[in-house]
């Protein structure tokens, strides 16, 4: 029997962290360990992960300061227990009993010394447990690998991944802030194979206030207009993390060549008249994309 370390970040979370992980440890045909690291919460969120520990012979939780979501899941993939395969857990989702093995029958198609990664659909529900009315039917998928560069696909909490794809990412985390999903996502997409299934396999539950805030069109666009304006940068670009020893040698030149124009784009007029003129250099929307432009012509990659 295959295992499995599902990986989570808690942050008071005492209100759904249980329930979340019976529904791990509900999964059927698979030996699941669960390694949480808790991201600083001054709630009862620690007490809760005392007990499971005692409930549970494979489950295990870290104490850490409060880094930020981001960072903290990062931490976790970096310290999590050896297995076969790995998964992203939040804290607030319910799983359904065949999403894990669903996952690693797909996986299993795969030489083990490949990077592979899965991601599956979701069923949108309120707290209720009631479907929301805007369900996602099809799974998105980068374009193309300037695309991928720029817009994330797969939610964390939807992705199962084999022993080479943490071998890899083990290698080097990125220094810049990130999501983890989308720089797991990004390097399997780069250097491997990601499979797509639009099968639903949990409830995503949003709460109006998910850490991650995906689901929310309309706050994203907020987010990134306000940022926009202010001090931040409105996109996060992983090219200095993809360039790194760690990654550059599975590159191919055209790859090499785009992410260094990536970074000259503010001192050489050549590369963000490229990037401005790039056809494959986008997001998926028009919208989007003219916001990425606009990014580039004002300097706020």
Known sequence: MKTVTVIMSSYNGSLF?????ESIYNQKDVSINCFVRDDGSSDNTLQILTELQKKYANFSFIVGDNVGWEKSFLIALSLAPQADYYAFADQDDIWFDNKIINGLNQL??????????????????????????????RLSR???????????????????????????LAKRLPIEKVAHDFWVGLVCF??????????????????GNNASGEGHLLKSWQKRWRMFWGTKNVYYLPSSDLLSDAYVGLLTDEDKIFLQQTLDYKINIRSKLNLLFS??????????????????LFNRL
């Open 108 to 137: 299993a198609q795969y030489p083990d010394n490949e990077v592979v990664m899965f991601h599956c659909n979701k069923i949108s529900v309120n707290r209720d447990l009631t479907p929301l009315s805007h369900q996602i039917k």
């Open 17 to 21: 962290i249980e329930r979340q992980i």
């Open 142 to 168: 980068p374009i193309n690998r300037q695309n991928a560069v720029v817009q994330e696909y797969a939610q964390g909490c939807s992705i199962i991944f084999n022993n080479a794809a943490k071998n890899l």
């Open 279 to 296: 056809l494959k250099f986008r997001r998926a929307s028009l919208l989007g994309t003219l916001s990425l432009k606009c990014a580039i």
């Open 190 to 207: 780069m250097f491997g194979h990601v499979i797509y299934d639009c099968n639903p396999y949990f409830y995503h539950i949003n709460y």
